[in-house]
């Protein structure tokens, strides 16, 4: 049955926007945090006697609050237990020869003569398919695109092809930048390469690309921006292979079934079992800079971030203006 794809994995869209929200304002406290205490700082300075000019402070109480860095240190004496816990084992791996994961592999082959959908956590591996298969094409001279929803996710993209590929090798096209268009691998955002897929129709010509890798696919269920990803793939030709990475797509037979309806290609798709290689670590930045975990150790809301929101809600509600409290007057 045929339907539109504004109505697929919407549940995740709206979980992704939260999320933005969420890491947005964690940002915003924390810079807001940062320069309250500068401020404080000077303002101790002025009023104490200067009795050692020489005296520097210690270059990482500049950049960061006291709390964060008492309790963001595991060992540090006065973090707390269920901090420790959730920061235990953060740091960079012992080094070790990357072997690619089954997965990964047979993503590869089936790219020689189908579409291919990779749903796999974050971190698990799926640029690497990407790159492996860019590679294949640049080494046999045929060209491809990589496309992103975000320019910031773009320009990484693009250094990090650079230093892989060499820089005159790769291109990239966005809103803001345009360089090395005529690389054989160009990166840009997805309304950039659906822009190209209409000028090509529009001009009788060729796709230059032989392979479309679309990160971030499921964006198509993105009430906003959808329609692109959906344009893409349906303007896309066939001859051009197309390579969908996601983390968080929930139906992804259903959106391979619909990409091979609107292509007429089969779309293989090819998820990642198991449990998350990277875990996640749930936790809440306080407005003082203090973090603590998010859940306790029976999976359930930390008491003492409910009891912090409590507070924050009935000091909200005692200091709204009495024009808000009253029936009349104002915007309802």
């Known amino acids: ?184 691998l160009t990166v840009g955002t997805t309304e950039i390469y659906r822009n190209q897929l209409f000028d090509a129709l529009r001009r009788g010509e060729n796709l230059r690309a032989d392979l479309v890798v679309l990160d971030e696919a499921h964006y198509l269920a993105d009430a906003d921006r959808g329609h692109v990803w959906e344009e893409a793939i349906i303007l896309s030709p066939p001859r051009v292979r197309l390579l969908l990475l996601s983390a968080t797509i929930g139906n992804a037979e259903e959106f391979a079934s619909w990409i091979a309806e609107v292509r007429g290609l089969p779309c293989q798709v090819i998820p990642r079992p198991g449990a998350r290689p990277v875990p996640l670590r749930a936790a809440f930045l306080f407005p003082d800079g203090q973090l603590a975990p998010l859940l306790d150790a029976g999976g359930r809301m930390n008491l003492e971030i409910t009891r912090f929101s409590e507070q924050r809600e009935a000091e909200r509600r005692t200091t709204r203006p009495p024009w808000r409290s009253r029936g009349g007057g104002g915007r309802r």
Request: aromatic share 6%; proline share 7%; glycine share 6%.
């Open 1 to 184: 049955m045929r339907r539109s794809l504004f109505e697929i994995n919407t549940a995740n869209a709206r979980a992704q926007k939260l999320s933005r929200r969420i890491c947005a304002k964690l940002l915003y406290i924390m810079a807001r945090q940062r320069t309250r205490n500068s401020r404080h700082k000077q303002n101790n300075e002025r009023a104490r006697p200067n009795n050692n000019a020489t005296h520097k402070p210690d270059a990482v109480s500049m950049r960061l609050p006291r709390e964060i860095i008492t309790n963001a240190v595991p060992n540090y004496p006065h973090a707390s237990r269920g901090l420790r816990q959730l920061l235990e084992g953060i740091g960079t791996p012992a080094p070790a020869e990357f072997t690619p994961d089954p997965f990964q592999l047979e993503a590869l082959r089936a790219l020689e003569h189908e579409d291919v959908l990779v749903t796999a956590p974050t971190g698990s591996g799926k640029t690497w398919i990407a790159r492996e298969e860019i590679r294949r094409l640049l080494g046999a001279g045929k060209r491809a695109w990589y496309t992103s929803p975000l320019k910031a996710l773009t320009n990484s993209k693009y250094v990090e092809f650079a230093e892989e590929f060499g820089a005159e090798n790769v291109g990239i096209l966005t809103g803001d930048r345009k360089e090395n268009g005529d690389a054989p």
